[in-house]
């Protein structure tokens, strides 16, 4: 081969590796832009999650200390939500900002004040209590969805900064490593 071969040979290679590492720099950028909607979106449901409790709570369906304990844990729930919104960067580098915890005593609250034959119960009254109830229930639903969907993006995201290239060329530039939400959101139960 001539010199001229080689130099084609070698520019041709060059493009295809700039070319690699340009569109995994980009998959790698949209697959944080992933995290960052499915945080934001399991964030709006632990809100209504939440409210709905709130609603429940103040309903007058369940006995008043059951009542108070769902109300008192929701209310941090809450509380812990509204910290974060005067803070500047609300994602906190992609993490639930230590909320697991206060989302943990949220769910067993509900499941201490609503076992199965309080909630059959509510059920057969109707009225507010019983939509009160349904809202918790869907909200609830909601709530493990988005946390599956958050933790699969996570997952994927910590799967492609794994690989030797992004880590060499550091394609991931300065962005904190995503991590899993990780609190007890079971369903109460019908």
Known sequence: MTAISWIV?????LLVMAWYLSYSAARLDRLHAKVEGALSALDAHVVRRAEASLELANSGAIDPASGF????????????VNERTFESDLLEGQHFAGREGVESELTEALHAALPPEVS???ETKGGPGAAALER????????QLARRFHNE?????????AKRVVRLFRLAGYADLPQTVEFDDAQIGS
């Open 69 to 80: 304990l769902v109300a008192a844990a929701a209310s941090e729930s809450l509380e812990r």
């Open 136 to 143: 918790v229930r869907e909200a609830g639903l909601r709530v």
């Open 153 to 161: 993006a996570v997952k994927e995201v910590q799967r492609v900064r």
């Open 9 to 13: 040979v070698v520019i041709c290679l």
């Open 120 to 122: 059959r119960d509510i």
